[in-house]
Nanobody
Framework: EEQLVESGGGLVQAGASLRLSCAAS????????IAWFRQAPGKQREAVSC????????IYADFVKGRFTISRDTAKNTVYLQMNSLRTADTAIYYC????????????????????????????WGQGTQVTVYS
């Protein structure tokens, strides 16, 4: 069974760091394109970052650039989202997803499809992990 499992969320003060993990299992490929999304209470889910299957491509939403870093441990089939300098606005449920592309020419489509339609071409999703940042 194909499965993505997120972990690492928690309750932290503004300015702190967290590292989220997305562990993949049951997929035929070990090097998946993985994207992170988040959904704050009462808001639309939004794309945060993605990493390509060959790791040479990483893309970030403007609101996390310079603060978040996406990376992969192939041996563990796990993708990480290192989140530094957290803000109260980062409070959300964070989801990882796979099944689509992580390429600059597709990122805008990913962002806008989720923003305006509430859907995504990423086909497999985890259950989410809660991140709460307090001031």
């Amino acid at each position: 069974e194909e499965q993505l499992v997120e972990s690492g969320g928690g309750l932290v003060q503004a300015g702190a760091s967290l590292r989220l993990s997305c562990a993949a299992s049951g997929f035929t490929s070990d090097d998946l394109t993985i994207a992170w999304f988040r959904q704050a209470p009462g808001k639309q889910r939004e794309a945060v970052s993605c990493i390509g299957s060959t790791d040479d491509i990483t893309i970030y939403a403007d609101f996390v650039k310079g603060r978040f870093t996406i990376s992969r441990d192939t041996a563990k089939n796990t993708v990480y989202l290192q989140m530094n300098s957290l803000r109260t606005a980062d409070t959300a449920i964070y989801y990882c997803a796979t099944g689509y592309k992580c390429l600059p020419e597709y990122w805008k489509l990913v962002v806008e499809t989720m923003k305006y339609l509430g859907t995504s071409d990423y086909s497999s999703w985890g259950q989410g992990t809660q991140v709460t940042v307090y001031s």
